[in-house]
C-alpha cells in the first residue's frame, strides 16, 4: 500500500493513514468536534484496524464517563506562555536567551506533544518525550543521507544538558498552564533513572599553565602573524592579564566601560589597584582587582584614548585566544575539559584559594557564593585546610599503677 492512501472504517467515524516513509498506520477520529489522533504501531493494515476500533471505543468510553481530556492544549499554552516570557523578561534576559526557549518549543517539543491535551502531560509523558529524543529518527538517514560520501550522515543523540535545557522549557510552559488555572498541578519531569551526578571541576590554568599562556599572548602582541591585527593583538594580551587578576566573568568584561574603572591606592593592602563596577547577569556588583590588572589597564588608557562611556573590549578575541590556546596546547587540560576565557575567571579564583584568602571574601569579589566556590573548586581547597585543627585527639588518661 503506497503512503497517502486512507482507509475509513466505523461509517467513516475513523480514518486510518501512513505517513510519509513510514510503515505503520496512524488514525484519527473526531469526538464532540475535538479531533483525537494517535499511532496504531501496527504496519499490517488489518492489525492496524483492529487497534483503531478498539482506541475509537475507549474514546467514546471516556467521553461517557466525562473521562476524555479536555481543555487547553500544549500548543495554546506555549503561544501564551512565548508571549508573557518575552514581554515581562525584557532587559533582564538577552534576546538569545528568549530565542532559545523559542527555538526549543519550535523544534522539538511542540512536533511532540502540541497537539495533547495539558491535562494528558503526565510524568510519564516526559519521560516519553526523553526516549523519543535519544532514539534515532526511523527517517534519518533517508533524510540525512551524504551525496558526496554516498552514505547516510551520522546520528549522535542530543546532549544531557540540551534534553536538560528543553525540559525546562517544557516545565516553564505548564508553569504558565499552572498560573492561569489550565491545569492543578505540575508532573514531576525529573529524570527517573539519572544518578547523583559527578562534581565535575570548572577547567582553569595552573600557575605554570598560565605563565605559558599570558607570555603566548605577550609574544603574539609583540609580532603578530599579520601586522593588521597588531592592535588585537595587544588588546588580547591585556585582556588576559586583566581577567586573571580580577575574576570577572566575560560577560561582564564585555559591558565594562571605562567610567567603570577606578585607579586607587587600597588602604588595607597598601598597594595600587583597580576598583570596579561590575554589571553583569546579577545586576551591579563591585570588585577589586589584583595588582597586575593596573598596568594592562593603563597601558590600553595610553593605547585607546577613550571617552568615559567607550567599552573597553568591544571586540571578540574567541578566535585569536583559540588559536594560542590550540598552539600552546593548553585548549583542554588532564581531564579533556576545554579551556575558554571562563577559565581565567576559574583560574583567578584557584590562584586566591591556593594563597590561603578568605573563601568568603573570595566569593563576595566575584559575585559569587561560598557554596559554588566549595562544590566546583573543591580540588584546589586543600591547601586551605588546617591539619592542626582536623587532626585533633583526645588525650588519652594516665593509665593508673
Not at 292 to 320: C, H, I, W
Request: glycine share 6%; charged share 30%.
Amino acid at each position: 500500500m503506497s503512503n497517502g492512501v486512507q482507509h475509513k472504517i466505523l461509517g467513516d467515524k475513523v480514518a486510518l493513514y501512513r505517513r510519509p516513509n513510514s510503515s505503520r498506520w496512524h488514525c484519527s477520529a473526531s469526538v464532540k468536534g475535538k479531533q483525537y489522533r494517535t499511532s496504531t504501531k501496527q504496519e499490517s493494515l488489518k492489525a492496524a484496524k483492529d487497534v483503531a476500533q478498539d482506541w475509537y471505543m475507549e474514546l467514546l468510553n471516556k467521553d461517557r464517563f466525562g473521562e476524555l481530556s479536555s481543555g487547553k492544549t500544549f500548543r495554546e499554552a506555549a503561544r501564551v506562555f512565548e508571549k508573557e516570557y518575552e514581554v515581562t523578561t525584557h532587559g533582564r534576559r538577552s534576546p538569545k536567551w528568549v530565542q532559545g526557549h523559542k527555538d526549543r518549543l519550535r523544534l522539538h517539543l511542540l512536533p511532540f506533544l502540541g497537539s495533547k491535551s495539558l491535562k494528558e502531560i503526565t510524568s510519564g509523558v516526559g519521560q516519553e518525550y526523553r526516549v523519543h529524543r535519544m532514539t534515532k529518527p526511523k527517517n534519518w538517514d533517508v533524510e540525512h543521507f551524504d551525496d558526496d560520501k554516498l552514505e547516510p550522515k551520522p546520528w549522535k543523540p542530543p546532549a544531557r544538558n540540551t534534553i536538560h535545557n528543553e525540559i525546562v522549557t517544557l516545565s516553564m510552559v505548564l508553569k504558565t498552564a499552572q498560573r492561569h488555572g489550565w491545569i492543578d498541578f505540575i508532573p514531576d519531569l525529573s529524570d527517573p533513572y539519572r544518578r547523583q551526578s559527578k562534581v565535575e571541576h570548572r577547567p582553569w590554568f595552573t600557575p605554570k599553565e598560565y605563565k605559558q599562556f599570558y607570555e603566548a599572548t605577550r609574544a603574539n602582541a609583540a609580532n603578530p602573524k599579520n601586522p593588521r591585527y597588531k592592535w588585537y593583538a595587544e588588546q588580547l594580551h591585556d585582556y588576559v592579564l586583566l581577567m586573571a587578576n580580577t575574576g570577572l566573568r566575560p560577560d561582564e568584561a564585555k559591558r565594562l566601560e571605562y567610567r567603570d574603572i577606578e585607579i586607587v591606592d587600597d588602604e588595607a593592602t597598601g598597594e595600587t589597584i583597580l576598583e570596579i563596577e561590575v554589571r553583569g547577569k546579577r545586576g551591579v556588583g563591585y570588585c577589586k582587582s589584583m595588582p597586575g590588572a593596573v598596568r594592562p589597564y593603563e597601558r590600553m588608557l595610553k593605547r585607546n584614548n577613550p571617552e568615559q562611556t567607550d567599552r573597553l573590549f568591544p571586540s571578540d578575541f574567541k578566535k585569536m585566544l583559540n588559536g594560542i590556546l590550540h598552539k600552546q596546547k593548553l585548549k583542554f587540560d588532564r581531564n579533556g575539559k576545554a579551556r575558554t576565557a571562563y577559565s581565567l575567571r576559574h583560574s583567578y579564583i584557584c590562584f586566591r584559594l591556593l594563597e590561603g584568602a578568605d573563601i568568603y571574601q573570595v566569593a563576595k569579589n566575584c559575585r559569587t557564593s561560598v557554596e559554588m566556590i566549595e562544590k566546583h573548586y573543591a580540588a584546589h581547597l586543600k591547601d586551605m585546610i588546617d591539619a592542626s585543627l582536623v587532626n585533633v585527639r583526645r588525650k588519652k588518661a594516665g593509665k593508673t599503677q
